[in-house]
């Protein structure tokens, strides 16, 4: 059981947020422009990304990875608002 001197050496964690205001969309003048009103609206991107690492034994851990993004409006018409992925993975240590 990890006390409080060790949970620095046990367990890991990072946060990364982000903010990005609006752009002008890259289809201004296109044929797509014109599909929808809501798509002349421009919105702020944000992302989120965590990782955290697990240290099961002095030469193992576990590592865990989550990214989210918000992008409405940006990318492309047909994209949804928002992707995300996950990912686990376990990680040695020589």
Known sequence: MPTLSTFGKVFDWNLVLFYQQPFESSFVGTPFYGISADYR???PC???????????LPWLA???????QHDRNQLTYYLPWYMYYSTLGVSFTI
Do not use: P, V
């Open 41 to 43: 609206t421009q919105y």
């Open 46 to 56: 944000f992302t989120a990304e965590t990782s955290m690492s697990f240290r099961i």
């Open 62 to 68: 576990l590592d865990l990875r989550y990214y989210w």
